[in-house]
């Protein structure tokens, strides 16, 4: 190999070749961080059950092991052992596949987040990530665009109605999305002037409380923030638009033909989704691992390099899939068409016009110009082209050119 | 270990591109030809070229072959393929044009006056940290600025006309909680 400069960033590499050492530095990460996923989408099934059991006033799941927490568990060994069907009509070969074409990106998405700080594993130092892509937030895009495939060819190669309704429906929902979900994301890289995960999360270091609030790009990019949280929960298919497996319309959506072990993967590449995408938002806009350490301790006590950060990165990604809970618990489905409309008329000129507005303000920065005169220009310029395109907009009742 | 994964990958984008021309079903054909942009992006990433391998996967696997697939499983043509052609000097037009461009892929192979050098290998920049996608960047908006905002201006003309080309007669957009 010539050198793998551009596998990674990380100091791992530096030495330039790749022992056995290395090369088991690497196996443990990987193993350890598919380990967590799996467990983490256990206990997150687990949790919401319980916590929209909360919020219903039922008890939820409380059978198996101590406050049901093996629930999932005993469910996936029950699908474990459940036969597989498939359909007659089916394409074999693809609908085999689609499960696992399914799980791969939400899996391979988690390989780029920064899970902790810098340690010392085996002797070499190294991050707390799977990998450090230099273009870390490229690939979170590319991922999230291969998803698509289990979805689309599970319902096609089902080769009954109703998955295909269903997979044709998620299809244009997530390529819509995707646009918004895109931008969303470059509104971040434009502050940060990175596109290494690693990079950004640098960026965003604890320094005392007045970091969270300026360092932090949950303040800095709050549009992009919201834009994401609502693109990144249209991409996972997670409620309010859930409309892929709306059960009143189509059954169950592109899974309907599935039983068993294949059923149970699409279950869990649909959660391990969500995991995923809480820990993208953790790291592009909650500042990932960074946080304050245990002050008592000396900075490079093994509690304040190990544990804290990963501590910091479970607090915000929990606190994000409560929120994904919450809001699974009190908003009902939303209808296609206002789904597509939020989406192509509001989130993508929204994040459009931010994006332009960022760009031009850390111009102004580098540039040295007044920013008190800037900001107001800039974001009255972008509030009346945002009138603009929203008065070209049909109404509704309006007459409109039909397209087909 | 690089000769290793080469010819591996090799094989797989080989069989992938085999299998889209072979394959008789047309979403069997769309899965192959995503084996073989997947087998091209890892080539280029063996070439420290990240960033072109990331746009083979962003662009390619996960932009293109989704709308290929979109059509076809929209459509439903993957019943039978009209083999009858139109036109009868296509197959021989084809087969000249393929020849010339296998020509032409072997002389640019052998010299190197076309493209100024035989191969490049690593990061376009060393000492940044991020080389690549810096040094792309610089040069898409300083040096070749004319060049790129033609693209985006033929890009967005593009649109319209698809825009245009696709409009049929009038009707009236369902009012609020109307049934369309």
Same mark, same amino acid.
């Given at each position: 190999?010539?050198?793998?400069?551009?596998?990674?960033?990380?100091?791992?590499?530096?030495?330039?070749?790749?022992?056995?050492?290395?090369?088991?530095?690497?196996?443990?990460?990987?193993?350890?961080?598919?380990?967590?996923?799996?467990?983490?989408?256990?206990?997150?099934?687990?949790?919401?059950?319980?916590?929209?059991?909360?919020?219903?006033?039922?008890?939820?799941?409380?059978?198996?092991?101590?406050?049901?927490?093996?629930?999932?568990?005993?469910?996936?060994?029950?699908?474990?052992?459940?036969?597989?069907?498939?359909?007659?009509?089916?394409?074999?070969?693809?609908?085999?596949?689609?499960?696992?074409?399914?799980?791969?990106?939400?899996?391979?998405?988690?390989?780029?987040?920064?899970?902790?700080?810098?340690?010392?594993?085996?002797?070499?130092?190294?991050?707390?990530?799977?990998?450090?892509?230099?273009?870390?937030?490229?690939?979170?895009?590319?991922?999230?665009?291969?998803?698509?495939?289990?979805?689309?060819?599970?319902?096609?190669?089902?080769?009954?109605?109703?998955?295909?309704?269903?997979?044709?429906?998620?299809?244009?929902?997530?390529?819509?999305?995707?646009?918004?979900?895109?931008?969303?994301?470059?509104?971040?890289?434009?502050?940060?002037?990175?596109?290494?995960?690693?990079?950004?999360?640098?960026?965003?270091?604890?320094?005392?409380?007045? *970091?969270? &609030?300026?360092?932090?790009?949950?303040?800095?990019?709050?549009?992009?923030? $919201?834009?994401?949280? =609502?693109? +990144?929960? %249209?991409?996972?298919?997670?409620?309010?638009?859930?409309?892929?497996?709306?059960?009143?319309?189509?059954?169950?959506?592109?899974?309907?033909?599935?039983?068993?072990?294949?059923?149970?993967?699409?279950?869990?590449?649909?959660?391990?989704?969500?995991?995923?995408?809480?820990?993208?938002?953790?790291?592009?806009?909650?500042?990932?691992?960074?946080?304050?350490?245990?002050?008592?301790?000396?900075?490079?006590?093994?509690?304040?390099?190990?544990?804290?950060?990963?501590?910091?990165?479970?607090?915000?990604?929990?606190?994000?899939?409560?929120?994904?809970?919450?809001?699974?618990?009190?908003?009902?489905?939303?209808?296609?068409?206002?789904?597509?409309?939020?989406?192509?008329?509001?989130?993508?000129?929204?994040?459009?016009?931010?994006?332009?507005? *960022?760009? &031009?303000?850390?111009?102004?920065?580098?540039?040295?110009?007044?920013?008190? $005169?800037?900001?107001? =220009?800039? +974001?009255? %310029?972008?509030?009346?082209?945002?009138?603009?395109?929203?008065?070209?907009?049909?109404?509704?009742?309006?007459?409109?050119?039909?397209?087909? | 270990?690089?000769?290793?994964?080469?010819?591996?990958?090799?094989?797989?984008?080989?069989?992938?591109?085999?299998?889209?021309?072979?394959?008789?079903?047309?979403?069997?054909?769309?899965?192959?030809?995503?084996?073989?942009?997947?087998?091209?992006?890892?080539?280029?990433?063996?070439?420290?070229?990240?960033?072109?391998?990331?746009?083979?996967?962003?662009?390619?696997?996960?932009?293109?072959?989704?709308?290929?697939?979109?059509?076809?499983?929209?459509?439903?043509?993957?019943?039978?393929?009209?083999?009858?052609?139109?036109?009868?000097?296509?197959?021989?037009?084809?087969?000249?044009?393929?020849?010339?461009?296998?020509?032409?892929?072997?002389?640019?192979?052998?010299?190197?006056?076309?493209?100024?050098?035989?191969?490049?290998?690593?990061?376009?920049?060393?000492?940044?940290?991020?080389?690549?996608?810096?040094?792309?960047?610089?040069?898409?908006?300083?040096?070749?600025?004319?060049?790129?905002?033609?693209?985006?201006?033929?890009?967005?003309?593009?649109?319209?006309?698809?825009?245009?080309?696709?409009?049929?007669?009038?009707?009236?957009?369902?009012?609020?909680?109307?049934?369309?």
């Amino acid at each position: 190999m010539t050198g793998v400069p551009v596998v990674a960033l990380d100091p791992l590499f530096d030495g330039g070749e790749i022992t056995w050492s290395v090369f088991g530095v690497v196996a443990i990460k990987v193993v350890v961080a598919f380990a967590f996923l799996l467990v983490a989408v256990m206990l997150y099934i687990w949790g919401m059950r319980k916590v929209i059991a909360d919020m219903q006033n039922r008890i939820g799941p409380n059978r198996a092991g101590p406050f049901g927490v093996l629930q999932t568990l005993a469910d996936g060994i029950k699908l474990f052992f459940k036969e597989q069907s498939i359909p007659s009509s089916a394409d074999r070969p693809v609908f085999r596949l689609a499960p696992y074409l399914s799980i791969m990106p939400a899996f391979l998405m988690f390989c780029v987040v920064p899970v902790g700080g810098r340690v010392s594993i085996l002797g070499h130092e190294t991050y707390l990530q799977v990998v450090d892509l230099p273009v870390g937030a490229l690939f979170v895009l590319a991922m999230s665009g291969l998803g698509v495939y289990g979805i689309m060819l599970a319902g096609w190669a089902s080769g009954s109605k109703y998955p295909l309704l269903g997979s044709v429906r998620a299809t244009a929902q997530l390529l819509s999305y995707e646009a918004a979900f895109g931008l969303a994301v470059l509104g971040v890289l434009i502050q940060a002037g990175t596109l290494s995960t690693r990079g950004i999360v640098d960026e965003q270091a604890w320094d005392g409380w007045a *970091s969270f &609030a300026t360092e932090w790009y949950w303040a800095a990019a709050f549009v992009p923030f $919201v834009i994401f949280l =609502i693109a +990144a929960t %249209a991409e996972t298919n997670h409620p309010p638009f859930d409309l892929v497996e709306a059960e009143q319309e189509l059954v169950g959506g592109f899974n309907t033909e599935y039983t068993g072990i294949r059923f149970a993967i699409f279950f869990l590449a649909e959660f391990m989704n969500v995991i995923t995408m809480s820990a993208i938002a953790t790291t592009l806009f909650l500042g990932g691992p960074s946080g304050p350490g245990l002050g008592f301790l000396a900075a490079d006590n093994v509690v304040n390099v190990w544990l804290m950060p990963v501590f910091w990165f479970l607090v915000k990604v929990l606190a994000l899939l409560y929120c994904t809970i919450w809001v699974r618990a009190s908003l009902p489905r939303m209808r296609y068409d206002r789904l597509m409309a939020l989406g192509w008329k509001y989130l993508i000129e929204v994040a459009v016009l931010w994006v332009l507005v *960022s760009a &031009a303000l850390v111009v102004a920065r580098e540039e040295g110009w007044n920013v008190w $005169v800037v900001t107001p =220009i800039v +974001a009255a %310029a972008a509030l009346g082209a945002f009138g603009v395109l929203y008065l070209c907009m049909p109404r509704p009742g309006e007459h409109v050119e039909e397209f087909r | 270990m690089e000769a290793v994964l080469f010819f591996v990958l090799a094989a797989g984008a080989l069989a992938g591109a085999l299998g889209v021309v072979l394959g008789r079903n047309p979403v069997h054909c769309a899965l192959f030809l995503l084996v073989t942009m997947a087998a091209v992006a890892v080539f280029f990433l063996m070439q420290d070229a990240d960033l072109v391998a990331i746009i083979q996967l962003v662009v390619y696997a996960s932009a293109i072959v989704v709308l290929f697939l979109f059509v076809i499983t929209l459509l439903g043509v993957d019943e039978h393929e009209r083999l009858d052609e139109p036109h009868p000097f296509q197959r021989y037009a084809a087969i000249v044009l393929g020849a010339v461009l296998l020509v032409q892929v072997l002389v640019v192979i052998g010299n190197d006056w076309a493209t100024g050098a035989r191969s490049t290998v690593g990061p376009l920049d060393e000492d940044g940290r991020s080389g690549n996608v810096e040094t792309l960047a610089r040069a898409l908006f300083t040096d070749y600025i004319w060049a790129f905002e033609v693209t985006a201006v033929l890009l967005v003309i593009a649109v319209v006309g698809g825009v245009v080309l696709a409009r049929r007669s009038g009707r009236r957009l369902p009012a609020e909680g109307e049934r369309p």
